[in-house]
């Protein structure tokens, strides 16, 4: 667990450990950034949406946004060359505490993300369809109560 606190306090600072490996770089998603890195295809703009992106110099190396009024991620995701389950629980922590969200809906077929997902405090309340719909339990860094069970 300490590793993934590590992981997720270099990810907060923007600098890893060794001064030879890259800066991160988080910007705000919008229209703008989201045309510059070729993501509008994948997300929806505009005052109802929060998101982030982190860059390795100017390489995308995850981006999440979630609905403000609903707390639902609209997309989360690690790109390929960085994609590992730190980096995503580090992307699923940042997008509970900086943006917000409590509601996750996960293709019942991905089984690694959702087990990454329930390791960061969330769990299934519900399934529609190929999906099942995650709500945080937990805090991811802390593993602290924020739900109440039923």
Partial sequence: MKDIEKDIDSWMSGILESSNKPVFTKITLDEKTAKQYNLLSKIKIGPEYKGIIYLD??????????????????????????DNE????ALIDITVRELGANISIVSKNNDDLVGIYEECGFHVFNEVGSNYYMMLKFDCQNHKKVLQDK
Avoid: E, H, M, R
Wanted: charged share 25%.
């Fill in 86 to 89: 730190d980096n995503y629980k």
């Fill in 57 to 82: 110099n100017d390489n995308v190396i995850g981006y999440a946004n979630v609905n403000k009024s609903t707390k639902i991620i609209q997309v989360l995701k690690v790109n390929k060359k960085y």
